[in-house]
C-alpha cells in the first residue's frame, strides 16, 4: 500500500504522545500497525479499541500473521488467543472491555469473588492504545436520553487519554468522522501541547480552517498529494457514484431500486434492529427468488450467525445485506448499492465508504438516502428518535438539498464521501462543517467516580457494583449496563459452540422494554444460566424488578450465593460460569441467530 499520509503519522509519532489521524474511510486505518511493523515493533505492545464487538473478530483474524494477537470480547475467534488481561502484544477489545479492565474491574472476572484488579488496571494502562472511531459507540435501539450516552462516551476517552499523556505512552486515534468541535473536548486542557493531528485534505479546505480555529492550541497539519495511491483511486468519484434524496418510506425506495438494479450488491442500513429484522424478514424470500444471498447483520444476534453473514458478504457476488451501525466501522466490506435510512454526519459517511471501497471499476454506483416519508420532520423524527439528534439530522439534509437536484420525485446530489474536493463541490469533510457544537461537556459526576476507580483498588466488590447501579443505572460507560441472553439447550453438558451460537448481548434498557423475551418465574424471577462443573444449569435468580433497578450488584450478589451451593472455593478450581439470563426459544430465529420480538 502506498498511502502516503501514513508517512506522516509515522513522523507524528516520534514526537507527539497524541496523534489524531483523521483519513478517509477505507484509507488503512484499522491496519496502521499490521502495515508498519516497525512503528510496532517500536512500541512493544498495544491494546487496539474498536466501537463494537461485531467487528473485533474480523480485525483479529485479518492481523494475526504480525504475531501474538490476541482479543478481548463476549466472543470466539478461531486461531485467536483470548487474552481477558490484555497479555498479548496486539490486543484487540471492545470499548467496553477496555474500559471496564482500564478502571480495574476486570471484564472476565467482574462476577468472581475476588478480582485480579491490580492485574485488569496494571496491563490495560501501560499499553500504547489505539482508539479507532470509538466516538461511534451509539445504542441501537431508542433510548430515553441520547445526550447522556454522549456525555459518558466523551468523558471517559478524555480520561482515557488524560492517563496515557500523564506516563507518557502513546495515544494514537483514528478516524474519518471527527467534527472538528470535538476534538476538545475529548483531549485534556492541559495536554494540548502533546497532540498533533494530521488531516487527509487540501490546504485550503473549510475542514481544515475549522478544525484550526476550533483548536488552536493544538498542532494540526494537512496532508495532500495527488500522487498518492488512494487519491488516484478515488479523484474522479463523483464521476461515479450519485447521491440520491428520496421523501418516500423504505418500501418505495426498494421497489424503485430493485426493479431497476441488476444483480449486483446491495447494503440497506437501518438506524434500529427492530426496522431491520421487520424488513430482512419480509424481502429476504422475494430477492432469492430474484438469485440474491440476503444476509442480516445487527447488534442484537449471536456471534456465529454474524461470522456466516460476513463471510457471505465476503464470497457473494449477488448480495443484499440489511443491516445497522454495527458496519460502520471496521468492517472491510464492498458494496454497488446503499440504502440507507437518513441519519447524522458521521454515520452517513461511515455507511457510504462501504460503497466502491477499494476502487472504482469503470461502472456506477449508488448511495440512496430514505427520509421517511414526504414531510422532513415527521420523516426524521420516526427513524432518528431516541438514537440520533433530530435537528442535527434536519440540518443536514436542508443543506445536501441545497446542493442538489431535484428529479422524477427525487433529489440527486454529486457528493465525494471518500475525498474532500478542492472546489465548491460538496465533500464528506464539508458536511461535517455543517452540524452545530453540541453542548455537552464531560460529566463531573463521572469524571469523580472514574478519579476514585484510578487511585483506589476496588475493595467490597458488591459495594462498588451497587455504586455503579445506583449513580450510572449499571454502567459508567453508556446509558444502561450490558448484559446477555441464553437461548440454548440446559439440564445439559456444555459444548464450546454454545457461546457463540446461543448468547446475543443486550443492554437494561433492551430488557426494561421487552423482558417478554425472558423465561421468568411464575413470581416473576429472571432465570439465569450457569456452567456448573462443564454442565449447563438454570437457576432463579433476582426479581426482574430488582435486576433492572440494581443489575450488576443484583447478578453480583445471586452469582456469590451460587458459588457457595456447588461449594465452588476461591482461589481454587473455578466451578461456576454465567452464560446470561434465560430466553424464551419462542423469540429466537435460530436459523438467523437474532431475537425476535
Same mark, same amino acid.
Given at each position: #500500500?502506498?498511502?502516503? /499520509?501514513?508517512?506522516?503519522?509515522?513522523?507524528?509519532?516520534?514526537?507527539?504522545?497524541?496523534?489524531?489521524?483523521?483519513?478517509?474511510?477505507?484509507?488503512?486505518?484499522?491496519?496502521?500497525?499490521?502495515?508498519?511493523?516497525?512503528?510496532?515493533?517500536?512500541?512493544?505492545?498495544?491494546?487496539?479499541?474498536?466501537?463494537?464487538?461485531?467487528?473485533?473478530?474480523?480485525?483479529?483474524?485479518?492481523?494475526?500473521?504480525?504475531?501474538?494477537?490476541?482479543?478481548? /470480547?463476549?466472543?470466539?475467534?478461531?486461531?485467536?488467543?483470548?487474552?481477558?488481561?490484555?497479555?498479548?502484544?496486539?490486543?484487540?477489545?471492545?470499548?467496553?472491555?477496555?474500559?471496564?479492565?482500564?478502571?480495574?474491574?476486570?471484564?472476565?472476572?467482574?462476577?468472581?469473588?475476588?478480582?485480579?484488579?491490580?492485574?485488569?488496571?496494571?496491563?490495560?494502562?501501560?499499553?500504547?492504545?489505539?482508539?479507532?472511531?470509538?466516538?461511534?459507540?451509539?445504542?441501537?435501539?431508542?433510548?430515553?436520553?441520547?445526550?447522556?450516552?454522549?456525555?459518558?462516551?466523551?468523558?471517559?476517552?478524555?480520561?482515557?487519554?488524560?492517563?496515557?499523556?500523564?506516563?507518557?505512552?502513546?495515544?494514537?486515534?483514528?478516524?474519518?468522522?471527527?467534527?472538528?468541535?470535538?476534538?476538545?473536548?475529548?483531549?485534556?486542557?492541559?495536554?494540548?501541547?502533546?497532540?498533533?493531528?494530521?488531516?487527509?485534505?487540501?490546504?485550503?479546505?473549510?475542514?481544515?480552517?475549522?478544525?484550526?480555529?476550533?483548536?488552536?492550541?493544538?498542532?494540526?497539519?494537512?496532508?495532500?498529494?495527488?500522487?498518492?495511491?488512494?487519491?488516484?483511486?478515488?479523484?474522479?468519484?463523483?464521476?461515479?457514484?450519485?447521491?440520491?434524496?428520496?421523501?418516500?418510506? #423504505?418500501?418505495?425506495?426498494?421497489?424503485?431500486?430493485?426493479?431497476?438494479?441488476?444483480?449486483?450488491?446491495? /447494503?440497506?442500513?437501518?438506524?434500529?434492529?427492530?426496522?431491520?429484522?421487520?424488513?430482512?424478514?419480509?424481502?429476504?424470500?422475494?430477492?432469492?427468488?430474484?438469485?440474491?444471498?440476503?444476509?442480516?447483520?445487527?447488534?442484537? #444476534?449471536?456471534?456465529?450467525?454474524?461470522?456466516?453473514?460476513?463471510?457471505? @458478504?465476503?464470497?457473494?457476488?449477488?448480495?443484499?445485506?440489511?443491516?445497522?451501525?454495527?458496519?460502520?466501522?471496521?468492517?472491510?466490506?464492498?458494496?454497488?448499492?446503499?440504502?440507507?435510512?437518513? /441519519?447524522?454526519?458521521?454515520?452517513?459517511?461511515?455507511?457510504?465508504?462501504?460503497?466502491?471501497?477499494?476502487?472504482?471499476?469503470?461502472?456506477?454506483?449508488?448511495?440512496?438516502?430514505?427520509?421517511?416519508?414526504?414531510?422532513?420532520?415527521?420523516?426524521?423524527?420516526?427513524?432518528?428518535?431516541?438514537?440520533?439528534?433530530?435537528?442535527?439530522?434536519?440540518?443536514?439534509?436542508?443543506?445536501? #438539498?441545497?446542493?442538489?437536484?431535484?428529479?422524477?420525485?427525487?433529489?440527486?446530489?454529486? @457528493?465525494?464521501?471518500?475525498?474532500?474536493?478542492?472546489?465548491?463541490?460538496?465533500?464528506?469533510?464539508?458536511?461535517?462543517?455543517?452540524?452545530?457544537?453540541?453542548?455537552?461537556?464531560?460529566?463531573?459526576?463521572?469524571?469523580?467516580?472514574?478519579?476514585?476507580?484510578?487511585?483506589?483498588?476496588?475493595?467490597?466488590?458488591?459495594?462498588?457494583?451497587?455504586?455503579?447501579?445506583?449513580?450510572?443505572?449499571?454502567?459508567?460507560?453508556?446509558?444502561?449496563?450490558?448484559?446477555?441472553?441464553?437461548?440454548?439447550?440446559?439440564?445439559?453438558?456444555?459444548?464450546?459452540?454454545?457461546?457463540?451460537?446461543?448468547?446475543?448481548?443486550?443492554?437494561?434498557?433492551?430488557?426494561?422494554?421487552?423482558?417478554?423475551?425472558?423465561?421468568?418465574?411464575?413470581?416473576?424471577? @429472571?432465570?439465569?444460566?450457569?456452567?456448573?462443573?462443564?454442565?449447563?444449569?438454570?437457576?432463579?435468580?433476582?426479581?426482574?424488578?430488582?435486576?433492572?433497578?440494581?443489575?450488576?450488584?443484583?447478578?453480583?450478589?445471586?452469582?456469590?450465593?451460587?458459588?457457595?451451593?456447588?461449594?465452588?472455593?476461591?482461589?481454587?478450581?473455578?466451578?461456576?460460569?454465567?452464560?446470561?439470563?434465560?430466553?424464551?426459544?419462542?423469540?429466537?430465529?435460530?436459523?438467523?441467530?437474532?431475537?425476535?420480538?
Amino acid at each position: #500500500m502506498t498511502r502516503l /499520509a501514513i508517512n506522516k503519522i509515522i513522523e507524528a509519532l516520534e514526537e507527539y504522545n497524541v496523534v489524531v489521524g483523521i483519513l478517509p474511510t477505507g484509507y488503512g486505518k484499522s491496519k496502521f500497525l499490521f502495515y508498519n511493523r516497525k512503528i510496532f515493533d517500536d512500541l512493544g505492545k498495544v491494546v487496539h479499541v474498536l466501537p463494537l464487538r461485531s467487528i473485533v473478530a474480523k480485525l483479529a483474524k485479518d492481523i494475526k500473521d504480525i504475531g501474538d494477537v490476541g482479543y478481548q /470480547a463476549g466472543i470466539t475467534v478461531d486461531e485467536i488467543d483470548k487474552t481477558p488481561f490484555f497479555t498479548s502484544k496486539y490486543t484487540v477489545a471492545t470499548f467496553d472491555s477496555f474500559l471496564l479492565n482500564f478502571y480495574g474491574i476486570p471484564v472476565s472476572e467482574i462476577w468472581r469473588s475476588n478480582w485480579h484488579s491490580d492485574v485488569a488496571f496494571t496491563l490495560a494502562r501501560f499499553s500504547h492504545v489505539v482508539l479507532d472511531e470509538v466516538h461511534l459507540v451509539t445504542t441501537l435501539e431508542p433510548i430515553d436520553d441520547v445526550d447522556e450516552e454522549f456525555r459518558k462516551v466523551i468523558t471517559v476517552i478524555n480520561d482515557v487519554v488524560e492517563w496515557y499523556c500523564n506516563i507518557g505512552f502513546k495515544t494514537i486515534i483514528f478516524t474519518a468522522t471527527l467534527y472538528p468541535w470535538l476534538l476538545k473536548k475529548i483531549i485534556p486542557t492541559k495536554h494540548l501541547n502533546k497532540v498533533k493531528v494530521v488531516i487527509y485534505t487540501p490546504e485550503e479546505h473549510q475542514y481544515y480552517k475549522n478544525v484550526i480555529n476550533a483548536n488552536q492550541e493544538i498542532k494540526v497539519e494537512n496532508f495532500w498529494n495527488e500522487n498518492d495511491e488512494f487519491y488516484k483511486k478515488f479523484k474522479d468519484y463523483c464521476e461515479h457514484v450519485k447521491t440520491y434524496i428520496y421523501f418516500k418510506n #423504505m418500501d418505495e425506495v426498494l421497489a424503485e431500486v430493485f426493479n431497476s438494479s441488476i444483480k449486483c450488491r446491495i /447494503a440497506i442500513l437501518f438506524n434500529s434492529v427492530k426496522r431491520c429484522i421487520e424488513y430482512f424478514e419480509k424481502y429476504k424470500d422475494k430477492l432469492q427468488e430474484k438469485g440474491f444471498t440476503t444476509v442480516i447483520i445487527h447488534g442484537k #444476534m449471536t456471534s456465529e450467525a454474524r461470522s456466516r453473514a460476513i463471510d457471505s @458478504i465476503i464470497n457473494e457476488s449477488s448480495l443484499v445485506l440489511f443491516g445497522t451501525q454495527v458496519i460502520e466501522a471496521g468492517i472491510d466490506i464492498d458494496f454497488d448499492i446503499l440504502i440507507t435510512e437518513v /441519519a447524522p454526519p458521521h454515520s452517513l459517511i461511515q455507511r457510504a465508504g462501504r460503497i466502491a471501497r477499494y476502487k472504482l471499476n469503470n461502472k456506477h454506483y449508488e448511495i440512496h438516502i430514505v427520509v421517511g416519508g414526504d414531510d422532513l420532520k415527521s420523516g426524521v423524527e420516526r427513524l432518528c428518535k431516541g438514537i440520533y439528534d433530530e435537528n442535527e439530522v434536519i440540518t443536514i439534509l436542508k443543506e445536501l #438539498m441545497k446542493n442538489s437536484q431535484k428529479l422524477n420525485g427525487k433529489f440527486v446530489a454529486n @457528493i465525494n464521501w471518500r475525498l474532500p474536493e478542492k472546489d465548491e463541490n460538496i465533500d464528506f469533510l464539508k458536511i461535517l462543517c455543517l452540524t452545530e457544537e453540541v453542548k455537552v461537556e464531560p460529566s463531573g459526576e463521572i469524571q469523580s467516580f472514574l478519579a476514585k476507580l484510578t487511585h483506589i483498588r476496588p475493595g467490597r466488590k458488591k459495594a462498588l457494583l451497587k455504586e455503579i447501579d445506583e449513580r450510572f443505572h449499571g454502567s459508567f460507560i453508556r446509558t444502561s449496563a450490558l448484559t446477555s441472553i441464553y437461548f440454548g439447550p440446559f439440564l445439559c453438558q456444555f459444548k464450546d459452540y454454545f457461546l457463540n451460537k446461543y448468547v446475543i448481548p443486550v443492554d437494561l434498557d433492551f430488557i426494561k422494554r421487552h423482558h417478554e423475551v425472558l423465561d421468568l418465574s411464575k413470581e416473576g424471577n @429472571i432465570k439465569i444460566i450457569i456452567i456448573v462443573d462443564n454442565n449447563v444449569q438454570v437457576e432463579n435468580g433476582p426479581h426482574i424488578y430488582k435486576f433492572l433497578k440494581y443489575p450488576l450488584s443484583s447478578l453480583y450478589e445471586f452469582l456469590s450465593k451460587i458459588r457457595v451451593k456447588y461449594f465452588e472455593i476461591e482461589e481454587e478450581h473455578i466451578k461456576v460460569l454465567p452464560l446470561g439470563l434465560l430466553g424464551k426459544k419462542d423469540f429466537f430465529d435460530e436459523k438467523w441467530g437474532y431475537i425476535r420480538w
